[in-house]
């Protein structure tokens, strides 16, 4: 399969583009800038030059391609609904351009507000409905086009998709930690994330795009709750840091952006991602990783 790849340079999608080259598939891959297209010229990978700020330019990439994975995401924390925005609009004219062919198209999203008191399932939708909503309401837009001749679908990936050399949220913390010199948790430390390894995160995106239904959400999860106090421990174990308990009031402070999302319950279930497509994670867990020096 010929498949366009946003978000190719990026921490999952560099590991999602070498997952297809190895599986046999033709990539060709977004980027914005000469040093992201120097990367994918690099690997093999065939360049289209665009932006998510200009989605005619996203719309011609996924036009070309016999399906698309998108994760590129401006992650402006910042300021969120400029990235909201960006990710609405990109995604609808990819969607545009796919109705009626049945090609494939998997859309990123994360975990965050789905449910309360409980692990997310697949079967739980989305309450981000509409433009101005939580990611431009872009989980819900792409599964109905299941309806209009799109095979697509949609990977929610857990808050932690680690390994050596991530810079997401578990980098942030670690950041936090040096910065503030104690390795913090929230509260009481029982809110968890879920977790998963970024090599068995690619290779779900790739199995998910070769066989998954249309209109499948699907869990890249492979720890569904690991406390967030065993996250903190972990941190401070890798770094030689003492480890405390934040007040929530203080955590916006202590921790900066990812402070409000340290402090929210993503635990999730991917059984029945594993029954559909057969996928077994075989990563390391995530405080393995930590521990072992993954963000020292
Ligand atoms: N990593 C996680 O733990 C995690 C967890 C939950 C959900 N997710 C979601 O999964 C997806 C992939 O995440 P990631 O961690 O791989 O993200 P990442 O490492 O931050 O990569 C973002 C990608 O988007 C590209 N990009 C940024 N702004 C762009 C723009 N204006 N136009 C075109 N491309 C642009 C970047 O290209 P450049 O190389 O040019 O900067 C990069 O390839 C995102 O939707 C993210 O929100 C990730």
Known sequence: MHVFVTGATGWIGSAVVDELLD???EVTGLARSDDSAAALEKKGVRVHRGDLDDPESIRAGAAGADGVVHLANKHDWAEPATSDRAERNAVEAMLDVL???DRPIIVANGLSGLVEGRPATEADPSPALG???DRGGSETLTLDHAERGVRSMVVRFAPSVHGAGDWGF???????????????FIGDGTTTWSAVHRADAARLVRLGLEEAPAGSRLHAVAEEAVSTREIAEAIGHALGLPVASI?????????????????MDMSASSARTRELLGWTPSGPALVEDIRAGAYA
């Open 23 to 25: 599986a046999g598939h």
């Open 99 to 101: 109705a009626g062919t």
């Open 131 to 133: 433009p101005g909503s």
């Open 170 to 184: 578990v980098a942030f913390l670690t950041a936090a930690a040096k910065e503030r010199g104690v390795s913090g």
């Open 247 to 263: 007040a929530p009031e203080d955590a916006a402070e202590h921790f900066g952006f990812v402070g409000a999302f340290f402090g």
